[in-house]
């Protein structure tokens, strides 16, 4: 079955410590996305990557770092300089950056920053 | 600034009647406009779209309206099933080589029997 694997599902984490989330996907999407989800709020874009190699800053990227050298994976690692990282992370892509291929999400990492 | 809004945290329709939820947009480069679904613990699904040069789309129970010049775009779902419980996404898209979504808030849908 193609999809997109995140996982951990749960992450908890120290303050001060880098985490880093994964996400897979074996749809042959050329574009992937990571977004943060809070209480409330609808989805915000940290980062998304049109093609290997090459990714751009969301609207929130402070304190996240991405890479792209797989198509089949974008992991996100969230750092220390990230003043509030517990939330929900979502990861998805794309088969093209046109608004008529639907993005595909995974289930998503809940992160706690203990 | 809040460039997608979804007004009503919650709703709650008969089972059988109609589901309107509303979105209503500031940004007048967007060009379109995607609704998901989201299941608890599991991530955003699909459900439809619509371009800016269209003021309706259909696929089934679902409808999609749009109201440009109001910056107003609604689902209706017909009719309501108790498996359309669910939170509600609105998205928008600007035109420009990336699909950056904008997201609003989420409508939690409840479907009572």
């Known amino acids: 079955d193609g999809g997109i694997t995140q996982s951990p599902k749960y992450l908890f984490r120290k303050e001060g410590q880098n985490v880093t989330l994964s996400c897979e996907q074996n749809?042959?999407?050329?574009?992937m996305y990571w977004y943060r989800q809070d209480p409330g709020q609808g989805l915000r874009l940290i980062y998304y990557?049109?093609?290997?190699?090459?990714?751009q800053k969301g609207d929130i990227a402070e304190g996240y770092s991405v890479s792209r050298e797989k198509k089949e994976s974008f992991p996100l690692t969230v750092t220390s300089a990230q003043k509030n990282p517990t939330a929900f992370y979502l990861c998805?892509?794309?088969?093209?950056?046109?608004?008529?291929?639907?993005?595909?999400f995974g289930d998503g990492t809940r992160l706690s920053i203990l | 600034d809040q460039q997608v809004k979804q007004n009503s945290p919650s709703l709650s329709v008969q089972e059988g009647r109609i589901s309107i939820l509303n979105c209503d947009y500031t940004?007048?480069?967007?060009?379109?406009f995607l609704w998901y679904k989201k299941y608890p613990a599991e991530g955003p699904t699909f459900l439809i779209s619509?371009?800016?040069?269209?003021d309706k789309n259909e696929d089934g129970r679902f409808t999609v309206f749009l109201n440009k010049s109001a910056k107003h775009l609604s689902l209706h779902i017909v009719p309501s099933q108790p498996g359309d419980s669910a939170v509600y996404f609105c998205?928008?898209?600007?035109?420009?080589?990336?699909?950056?979504?904008?997201f609003g808030q989420g409508t939690r849908l409840t479907i009572n029997p």
């Open positions: 998805a892509s794309s088969i093209g950056t046109f608004p008529d291929q639907p993005q595909h």
């Open positions: 749809l042959n999407h050329d574009a």
């Open positions: 990557s049109q093609i290997v190699n090459d990714f």
């Open positions: 940004n007048s480069m967007f060009d379109y």
């Open positions: 619509i371009s800016s040069i269209k």
């Open positions: 998205a928008a898209s600007a035109p420009g080589g990336a699909q950056k979504l904008v």
